[in-house]
Nanobody
Framework: VQLQASGGGLVHAGGSLRLSCAAAGRPFSGYTVAWFRQIPGKGREFVAVIRATGGRTYYSSSVEGRFTIFRDNAGTTVYLQMNSLKPEDTATYYC???????????????????WGQGTLVTVSS
């Protein structure tokens, strides 16, 4: 699956951004979609995921209550709504798809096969 992530930018602390992850030419049906983020010199950090079956969502503790992952009705785009942004949310954000990783591994980047190119989010204090 080819993925296109977009929506990053510069925002003040407390502000909001909505990231989009589009699947080129096909819906996400049957795929679990996750967002990860990365800062230079660090590994990819799990942010949020929406499961293919049932649409159940999971979040990292650092973003729970501030970020929401959801998909459109057509199933071709997954969004990450980010509210109450903090400077520590600054990172490059990546979306990724996996074929229904088991729950115990759903936060692991190694469970996801296809990745978008990343979109940079910068939160100023």
């Amino acid at each position: 699956v080819q993925l296109q992530a977009s929506g990053g930018g510069l925002v003040h602390a407390g502000g909001s951004l909505r990231l989009s992850c589009a699947a080129a030419g096909r819906p996400f049906s049957g795929y679990t979609v996750a967002w990860f983020r990365q800062i230079p010199g660090k590994g990819r950090e799990f942010v949020a995921v929406i499961r293919a079956t049932g649409g159940r969502t999971y979040y990292s503790s650092s973003v729970e209550g501030r970020f929401t992952i959801f998909r459109d009705n057509a199933g071709t785009t997954v969004y990450l709504q980010m509210n109450s942004l903090k400077p520590e949310d600054t990172a490059t954000y990546y979306c990724a798809t996996g074929s229904n990783p088991i729950l115990s591994s759903i936060r692991s980047a190694s469970m996801y096969k296809d990745w978008g190119q990343g979109t940079l989010v910068t939160v100023s204090s």
